[in-house]
């Protein structure tokens, strides 16, 4: 593989990063979580990327073997938004990543999803899709829940404004650790990659199994580089009908305030339940399975085709995928 294409005051800020952390419910061992009422989808108000990330990007992608392996600080080389803002609390810092993912990867037996949590485990439903060329990180879930019940399961979407997270022109912000993150197209990344109309998208990053990641934008028909450009759609789209009313679920129209408001419609769009496809690039002219970032939902990937290793934290190399998960329902 070519593993690279090139003052709030103080009371309220400490408030604030207390309710962010993650944790179980009242009662559950963790700290309280936030008891977002909200139940209705909003424009997102994105915070001007004006701000120089503290420190210089550090990153490298090198193909060793049956491994790629990426290092990074996570720090990006484009411009951010700034942080803290009303929405998120935190600032961004430099990280540590080691991760080493499969430079041959396959497709699994069986389909992995990201909006899951492993028995015994508190935190976020969810794991890091995959990492950007730049070595920030694809993370699109959110730890906020309907009431604060993650029980019921009604996890907001960070891209349907139900509640303000503070999401900048690259539709990112910063988790309690200092961890920058894309939830949705990374805008100013993109537009570094020369993403252009009437080519295929560069590769924009990879994926937690070891599979490409695209934008966009690709051929016409999979197999055929001479067919044409199109902007590639999502097989998903909205549910029908309302949700539970309380206290089985928040009520109202599925409007995509919610992760669970959307369901996967076999060729509605152009790619498969992990918003992928087996298809011809420029990067690859004998065929890979590759995922496309869309400008629908859910604009990140939130399944795997492969088996994902796990890009958390810090120093360590990721471990081997944890859960099969649940398809969004």
Request: glycine fraction near 14%.
């Amino acid at each position: 593989m070519n593993p690279r294409a090139p003052c709030l005051l103080a009371c309220i800020v400490t408030s604030i990063l207390i309710a962010q952390r993650p944790g179980g419910p009242p009662g559950a061992g963790g700290p309280p979580m936030r008891q977002h009422r909200a139940k209705e989808a909003a424009a997102l108000t994105l915070v001007p990327a004006t701000e120089k990330p503290p420190g210089e990007n550090e990153v490298r992608i090198l193909r060793r073997g049956p491994s790629l392996d990426i290092t990074s600080n996570a720090l990006p080389d484009h411009l951010v938004g700034r942080f803290p803002n009303r929405g998120n609390p935190h600032h961004i810092e430099a990280q540590r990543y080691d991760f080493r993912l499969p430079a041959d990867p396959q497709p699994a037996a069986q389909t992995t999803w990201l909006h899951t949590q492993p028995a015994g485990e508190r935190g976020p439903p969810n794991m890091p899709f995959g990492i950007a060329l730049n070595g920030v990180l694809f993370d699109p879930g959110t730890a906020e829940f309907w009431q604060g019940d993650r029980a019921l399961g009604w996890n907001y979407e960070a891209l349907g404004g139900a509640v303000p997270l503070g999401l900048d022109a690259s539709h990112a912000h910063v988790q309690p650790g200092g961890v920058y993150h894309y939830h949705g197209l990374p805008t100013l990344l993109m537009d570094q990659l020369g993403l252009a109309a009437d080519q295929h998208s560069p590769l924009i990053g990879w994926a937690a199994d070891g599979f490409p990641i695209y934008a966009l934008r690709g051929y016409k028909d999979p197999q055929d580089p001479a067919s044409g450009m199109k902007t590639l759609r999502s097989s998903y789209d909205l549910k029908p009908g309302e949700r539970p009313r309380p206290p089985k679920g928040p009520g109202g129209p599925h409007d995509g305030a919610f992760v669970q408001d959307y369901v996967f419609i076999a060729g509605h769009g152009d790619l498969d339940e992990c918003n992928g496809r087996f298809c011809v690039t420029p990067d690859f002219p004998r065929g890979v399975y590759a995922y496309f970032l869309t400008a629908e939902w859910p604009v990140i990937p939130r399944a795997f085709r492969g088996t994902p290793v796990v890009l958390r934290g810090a120093g360590g190399p990721g471990g081997p995928g944890r859960g099969k998960g649940s398809r969004p329902r």
